[in-house]
Structures are given as C-alpha cells and as structure tokens.
Nanobody, 119 residues
Framework: QVQLVESGGGLVQAGGSLRLSCAAS????????MAWYRQAPGNERELVAA???????KYADSVKGRFTISRDNAKNTVYLQMNNLKPEDTAVYHC?????????????WGQGTQVTVSS
C-alpha cells in the first residue's frame, strides 16, 4: 500500500534543465534513504543520486556538478534537479525509497518517468 509516484520528466534540448519529483504515499512509519536510478534502452539500471534521511548525498560521476538531489521529509518527497542536460542523460528515471513499515524496511520503486534530451 506504499506508492512512489514520479513526475517532471519530458523532452528538453541539450543544455536545458528538468526537475523530477517523487512523492511517497500510503501507510508507513518513515523513509530512510531515497534515490534516483535511470535505465536507458539496452543498458542496466544505474544509480544516479541518493540521499539519506539526514540529507547526506552521493552522485554518479557522470552527473556530479550538474544534478542535485534533495528531499522534503515533511512531504515524503525527493527531488532531482537536473541542469546542463546531455543526450546521454536520456533514460527512464526511477525513484527508490527504503520505507519502514512497522519495524521492517522495504524497497519501493516508482513506475518511472521518461527523460529525453535532444541534441
């Protein structure tokens, strides 16, 4: 009954920006780490950025300096600000949350949002 719903994807020209959002809903106690992954056609899913409940973050080398992950714990929402987008950023972006339901942590995934960067 926990759902993660992404929004904010779309088509943008190279050099442009997009902001992705992922909101968690349902019955749960808390959310620990949250992250964004992406998967391009023919490629494996890869970690883009992650953020702890306390706000510590890490990034894939390919997006450092261009992407920023943040979260609003009061809204159970994680964001990904993507600047200076490149065609190689084109992928389906998935939100992941480590959600604590009663006393157990579970992995939940959003359905994905398409990001397409044209050259």
């Amino acid at each position: 009954q926990v759902q993660l719903v992404e929004s904010g994807g779309g088509l943008v020209q190279a050099g442009g920006s997009l902001r992705l959002s992922c909101a968690a809903s349902g019955r749960f106690f808390s959310i620990n780490a949250m992250a964004w992954y992406r998967q391009a056609p023919g490629n494996e899913r890869e970690l883009v950025a992650a953020i702890s409940s306390g706000g510590s973050s890490k990034y894939a080398d390919s997006v450092k300096g261009r992407f920023t992950i943040s979260r609003d714990n009061a809204k159970n929402t994680v964001y990904l600000q993507m600047n200076n987008l490149k065609p190689e950023d084109t992928a389906v972006y998935h939100c992941n949350g480590k959600v604590v339901v009663t006393i157990t942590e579970y992995d939940y995934w959003g359905q994905g949002t398409q990001v397409t960067v044209s050259s």
